[in-house]
């Protein structure tokens, strides 16, 4: 079984610069997350998908931060414009509903804003 | 609002001796428990998990967690720890279908 695709794996950008991540979860699965990861602190919950409607974005900073999921399944994360404070690990992972089942997590993108 | 805590940030054992890593949370109603492992330059993997029934649950290599729901707490423990066990362990609750993470405990065994 394929596990939660993401890309890119890393990328760089100039504060100020827009920047897009890709989230490919597993087959079936309706619940999709993002989580944010800064350096030495835990997965924080962005935002939280159940097939193409929003679930939670409370912590989600809308001024800046965007994501959609249109047809239930792909999904994109996107920073316009990006701060320093950005710099992160950017998690998605996937489960097959909201409750009672574990939650499977991709490699992540490594964003450093300089 | 939901939310986890883990006691310790950074634990130093030698091979061998035994391991208790504490999550506590808040929560009011049913919740979902997990442990899961980032072993270094690896993704998030499910180490154990709770959802009902026996309150002591068993996971991968040796690991299990007892869940007390008069305290909350949903602590990780192993017998002996080996090198191969260094990595970060996060308690995650899910509370009303939403995921939430503590902020990880990094176990570091030495040889």
């Known amino acids: 079984e394929a596990g939660v695709a993401q890309s890119p794996r890393y990328k760089i950008i100039e504060k100020r610069q827009s920047v897009a991540f890709w989230c490919n979860p597993i087959s079936g699965h309706a619940t999709l997350y993002w989580y944010q990861q800064i350096l030495g602190q835990g997965p924080k919950l962005l935002i939280q998908f159940q097939n193409n409607g929003v679930v939670d974005d409370s912590q989600l900073p809308k001024d800046r931060f965007s994501a959609e999921r249109l047809k239930g399944v792909d999904s994109t994360l996107k920073i316009q414009p990006a701060k320093l404070e950005d710099s992160a690990v950017y998690l998605c992972a996937s489960s097959l509903r909201t409750e009672n089942t574990e939650a499977f997590f991709g490699q992540g993108t490594r964003l450093t804003v300089v | 609002a939901q939310s986890v805590s883990q006691h310790n940030h950074h634990v130093i054992l030698s091979e061998a001796a035994s391991l208790e890593l504490g999550c506590n949370y808040s929560y009011g109603g049913t919740v979902n428990l997990f442990w899961y492992v980032q072993y270094p330059g690896q993704h998030l993997q499910l180490l154990l998990k709770?959802?009902?029934?026996?309150?002591l649950v068993k996971g991968i290599k040796g690991f299990e967690a007892e869940f007390i729901k008069s305290k909350f707490s949903f602590n990780l423990r192993k017998p002996s720890v080996q090198w191969s066990d260094t990595a970060e362990y996060f308690c995650?609750?899910?509370?009303?279908?939403?995921?939430?993470f503590g902020q990880g405990t990094e176990l570091s065994v030495k040889p």
């Open positions: 995650a609750v899910n509370g009303g279908g939403k995921l939430i």
């Open positions: 709770y959802f009902s029934g026996d309150p």
